[in-house]
C-alpha cells in the first residue's frame, strides 16, 4: 500500500482538487457537522467516498457521481432549481475527508496500487479549526460582488467570519436571471457559532444592499 506522501502528489493536492471535490457522496447516512471527529471515524469516512468512486468505471459513471454528491453540503438556492439563487458549499470536515476518499480511489486506479492518506494527513484535517464556506450568488455586472461580506444569525448572535477571500471577477451567466455570476470564500471559527443550529446567512454588499437565506446546519454533514 502506498501513502500520499510517498506517492509525491500529496503536497499540491488540497488545491488541485477542490475543484473535483464537490461535496458529500450518494448512499452516505446523513450526518449533523461533526467539529470532532475520531481518526477511526475519520477512516470511515474516507472508505464513503472512496468505495462508490471505486465502482465508477466510466467518465459518466465519475460525473453522474459528482452530480448526486453535489447538494450534500449546499445551504440556500438549489442550483438545479434556480441558478443565480444565492446559496453556500459548507466545507466541513467530512467534506474534506470524503472528497480525499475519492481521490485515494483516482489515484490508487492510476497507479494501479492501494493508495491511502496517512494518518498524520488525517489528523491535520481533524484540528481544523475552522469551517470553510463558498458563496455563489450573481448579479448585474462582472464587479458586483466586489467587497462583499458575510455573516451568520443565531437567534440575537451574530457571527462574522475570521476572514473572507477576495470575490471572484463574475462570470457570464448562461441561465436566466442577472448578466453574471461570482463566488467568494470565507472562513468561520467553530468555536463561534452552534454547528447545529438553524442559521441565517446574511450576505451584505458595499451599496449597503443585502441578500439573505436560512439553512439548518443540523441537516448538514
Known amino acids: 500500500m502506498r501513502s500520499w506522501c ?6 499540491g493536492f488540497g488545491i488541485g482538487f477542490a475543484a473535483l471535490a464537490v461535496v458529500g457522496m450518494a448512499g452516505v447516512p446523513t450526518y449533523a457537522i461533526d467539529v470532532k471527529l475520531t481518526l477511526e471515524e475519520a477512516k470511515k469516512t474516507l472508505a464513503a467516498g472512496r468505495e462508490p468512486m471505486e465502482k465508477a468505471n466510466t467518465s459518466d459513471d465519475v460525473k453522474k457521481l459528482l452530480q448526486q454528491a453535489a447538494l450534500a453540503t ?11 439563487g444565492a446559496s453556500a458549499v459548507l466545507r466541513t470536515k467530512r467534506y474534506w475527508l470524503e472528497s480525499f476518499g475519492r481521490k485515494e480511489a483516482t489515484e ?10 496517512p494518518d498524520e494527513k488525517i489528523q491535520k484535517y481533524l484540528d481544523m479549526p475552522n469551517l470553510e464556506m463558498e458563496v455563489q450568488l450573481c448579479g448585474d455586472d462582472e464587479y458586483f460582488a466586489e467587497g462583499v461580506q458575510v455573516a451568520f444569525q443565531q437567534g440575537s448572535k451574530t ?30 471559527a467553530y468555536d463561534s457559532f452552534a454547528p447545529n443550529a438553524k442559521t441565517k446567512f446574511i450576505i ?5 444592499k443585502m441578500t439573505e437565506f436560512e439553512a439548518d446546519l443540523s441537516k448538514v454533514k
Do not use: L
Not at 467570519?161 to 448578466?179: H, L, Q, T, W
Not at 451584505?204 to 449597503?208: E, S, T, Y
Open 74 to 84: 449546499r445551504v440556500g438556492a438549489d442550483p438545479e432549481k434556480d441558478p443565480c
Open 108 to 117: 490508487s486506479k492510476k497507479q494501479k496500487t492501494e493508495v491511502r492518506m
Open 204 to 208: 451584505f454588499f458595499p451599496d449597503g
Open 6 to 11: 510517498k506517492a509525491g502528489w500529496w503536497g
Open 159 to 188: 457571527i462574522k467570519p475570521i476572514d473572507v477571500s477576495p470575490a471572484e471577477k463574475g462570470r457570464k451567466n448562461e441561465g436566466k436571471g442577472p448578466a453574471y455570476r461570482s463566488r467568494f470564500t470565507a472562513r468561520f
